[in-house]
Structures are given as structure tokens and as C-alpha cells.
T-cell receptor, first 114, second 114 residues
Framework: EAGVAQSPRYKIIEKRQSVAFWCNPI?????LYWYQQILGQGPKLLIQ????????DSQLPKDRFSAERLKGVDSTLKIQPAKLEDSAVYLC????????????FGPGTRLLVL | AQSVSQHNHHVILSEAASLELGCNYS??????LFWYVQYPGQHLQLLLK??????LVKGIKGFEAEFIKSKFSFNLRKPSVQWSDTAEYFC????????????FGKGTHLIIQP
């Protein structure tokens, strides 16, 4: 079974530029999550999708971050414009139905904002 | 908002030593509890989880955790560690009710010396 795929793996940009990350969850998984992991901290949930609908985006900085999952499969997370404090690893995870089911994580995209 | 505290940020042990990593959570209602592990260069992966029933949960690679509701704790244990257990360990909680993104602790970096 293929795991959660993410691209790119690494990205370096300057502040005020825009950047986008892509995630393809495990086939058949209805629930998709984006997390932000700043160095030295645990992952923090940014947004949760159930199929193509948003379940929770309460911790998403909506003035600069946006995410979509138009067809209920893959998803993109965008930052525009980026700030220095956005430097982090962005993790995508998926689960079959959500709830307390196991979340499977991708390798992450490491973002450095200069 | 719920939170998770992991008491030890860095732990160094010798092989064959016993391990206990502390985890406390703040939410007072029904919770689902998880321990995730990240081995060097690998994805976050599930070690074990507690939903209900027997408070002593067994996971992969000889790990176990005990849910003590009165202490809001879910400590991870292993009777005899191996060099290959060197990794970052994260405790996480889901409170349920639809929005089920994980709330993670800051993690414990475990180093096993041969």
C-alpha cells in the first residue's frame, strides 16, 4: 500500500514570496490533515478535511494560509506572503474515516523562509 | 483548549535499561490517546493508541502505555531498550466530536547508547 505522498520535500524562499505544497493521501482515505511542525515542537494542526469539506481550520492563519481539496483526494496548502516564522516542516496526514482512527503521515515538506 | 505535556525533552539511556516517558493531558472529557515515534530520517508512525477498555495498551516493538484517568496521564514504558529505539517520541490526544486533529506534546528525544 502506497503511503502519503508530499512534494516538494524541501523549499527555500524569501519572505513575502508565495509557496505551495502538495499532498496525495492514501487511496480511499476520506480524512486529510495538514500540520505545521516548528523546530523543537510537536506538530500543530492547521486544517482538517473530510472528503472535500473543511471540518476544522480554527488554527489556520487565514490572512496568509489557504488550503483546498477540490476533488476530495489530493490537497494543496499555500502560503502567501510567507514570513520568517513560517519556517517549519509541513506534514500531511490521512485516515480512513477520521475520528480516532490512526493517522498516517507523509514525509513532510521542509520550508525555510529567508 | 486541550494541551499535552511531555516532561522529558531529552533522555539518554544505555541499552537494556528500562524506559518510562511521561505524558499528561489537560482535557477532562472523553479522550483518545496516542504515542507516535519518528525514527531518524523516517516518517511519524503510530506506536500505540488507547480508545477505551483495558487501560494498559501494548504497541509495536515491545512498548506499552498505561492510561490513568485520575492523573490525566498516559506514560510510555519499555522494560529493556535497544539502540534501535533511538528516536523522537510524541504523545498526542484527540478529544473527539468531529474535529479530530491530534494535539501533540513537544516530544522527547531519546538516545540509546550501545
Amino acid at each position: 500500500e502506497a503511503g502519503v505522498a508530499q512534494s516538494p520535500r524541501y523549499k527555500i524562499i524569501e519572505k513575502r514570496q508565495s509557496v505551495a505544497f502538495w499532498c496525495n493521501p492514501i487511496s480511499g482515505h476520506a480524512t486529510l490533515y495538514w500540520y505545521q511542525q516548528i523546530l523543537g515542537q510537536g506538530p500543530k494542526l492547521l486544517i482538517q478535511f473530510q472528503n472535500n469539506g473543511v471540518v476544522d481550520d480554527s488554527q489556520l492563519p487565514k490572512d496568509r494560509f489557504s488550503a483546498e481539496r477540490l476533488k476530495g483526494v489530493d490537497s494543496t496548502l499555500k502560503i502567501q506572503p510567507a514570513k520568517l516564522e513560517d519556517s517549519a516542516v509541513y506534514l500531511c496526514a490521512s485516515s480512513y474515516r477520521g475520528g480516532a482512527e490512526t493517522q498516517y503521515f507523509g514525509p513532510g515538506t521542509r520550508l525555510l523562509v529567508l | 483548549a486541550q494541551s499535552v505535556s511531555q516532561h522529558n525533552h531529552h533522555v539518554i539511556l544505555s541499552e537494556a535499561a528500562s524506559l518510562e516517558l511521561g505524558c499528561n493531558y489537560s482535557y477532562g472529557g472523553t479522550v483518545n490517546l496516542f504515542w507516535y515515534v519518528q525514527y531518524p530520517g523516517q516518517h511519524l508512525q503510530l506506536l500505540l493508541k488507547y480508545f477505551s477498555g483495558d487501560p494498559l495498551v501494548k504497541g509495536i516493538k515491545g512498548f506499552e502505555a498505561e492510561f490513568i484517568k485520575s492523573k490525566f496521564s498516559f506514560n510510555l514504558r519499555k522494560p529493556s531498550v535497544q539502540w534501535s529505539d533511538t528516536a523522537e517520541y510524541f504523545c498526542a490526544v484527540v478529544s473527539g466530536g468531529g474535529a479530530d486533529g491530534l494535539t501533540f506534546g513537544k516530544g522527547t528525544h531519546l538516545i540509546i547508547q550501545p
